[in-house]
């Protein structure tokens, strides 16, 4: 079945720098590849979506890539601050009506 | 505004009650899942559904069950509470329409925290 990895030791980066966070999964690449933000007590909020045929998507200060040959995403945030910080979730659907997530990554940003 | 809302919040009880768990979105979506979190772990798929009168098991045994009576209502309940049913449940729907909506991008609501003494 389809399982996502992502890194579960925390990133911990300094204001202003590039925080790079990593998503892999096993077997057949999706259609789509989701991230999403969890603040802690909270339900994860979405923030970008990128499709197989997408090699990069932009928002704002995020970036996300997609790799179907590696089978891989990078979720960047550029010009960091405090208020990033938070875990965030990469997540794909795997057909049919159901969506699944990786366990997190926990980025800290420090001032 | 459009939202999904969970209701409680956090709660604590007995063994052995029967508590209900309420989700409510005003999107209009026709899929709503179930998902529990145990802290610092990824989610898990409890219940889905597709639209009224639909319900189906996720990837994940849950001794607890649902129903869709109407579309934007999806309860969960759990008949009697154990320390196991400790956990965070989070609600979430999404829309069968737009240019996302092959996606399956969900919308969540803040959760419910249950905690069985």
């Known amino acids: 079945s389809q399982k996502i990895e992502q890194n579960s030791e925390a990133l911990n980066i300094q204001e202003g720098k590039t925080a790079t966070l990593t998503c892999n999964y096993t077997?057949?690449?999706?259609?789509?590849l989701q991230w999403y933000r969890q603040d802690p007590g909270r339900g994860p909020v979405f923030l970008l979506l990128?499709?197989?045929?997408?090699k990069e998507k932009r928002k704002e200060r995020l970036k996300v890539t997609f790799d179907t040959t590696l089978k891989q995403s990078l979720f960047h945030i550029t010009a960091s601050q405090p208020a990033d910080s938070a875990t965030y979730l990469c997540?794909?659907?795997?057909?049919?009506?159901?969506?699944?997530f990786g366990a997190g990554t926990r980025l800290f940003v420090k001032a | 505004e459009a939202d999904i809302y969970q209701t409680p919040r956090y709660l604590v009880i007995g063994t052995g009650k029967k508590i209900t768990l309420e989700c409510s979105q005003t999107m209009g979506h026709d899929k709503m899942y179930w998902y529990q979190q145990d802290p610092g772990m990824e989610l898990h798929l409890i219940h889905y559904?597709?639209?009224?009168?639909?319900?189906e098991k996720g990837d994940l045994s849950s001794e607890s069950t649902v129903s869709r009576i109407r579309t934007e209502h999806f309860p969960l309940t759990l008949e009697s509470a154990r320390p196991s049913h400790t956990s965070q449940y989070l609600c979430?729907?999404?829309?069968?329409?737009?240019?996302?909506?092959?996606?399956?991008?969900?919308?969540f609501g803040a959760g419910s925290r249950l905690t069985v003494l």
């Open positions: 990128i499709r197989e045929n997408e």
């Open positions: 559904s597709y639209g009224v009168n639909s319900t």
């Open positions: 997540a794909l659907h795997t057909g049919g009506f159901k969506t699944i």
């Open positions: 979430a729907s999404a829309g069968t329409s737009g240019p996302s909506s092959g996606a399956n991008v969900l919308t």
């Open positions: 077997n057949y690449s999706p259609a789509y």
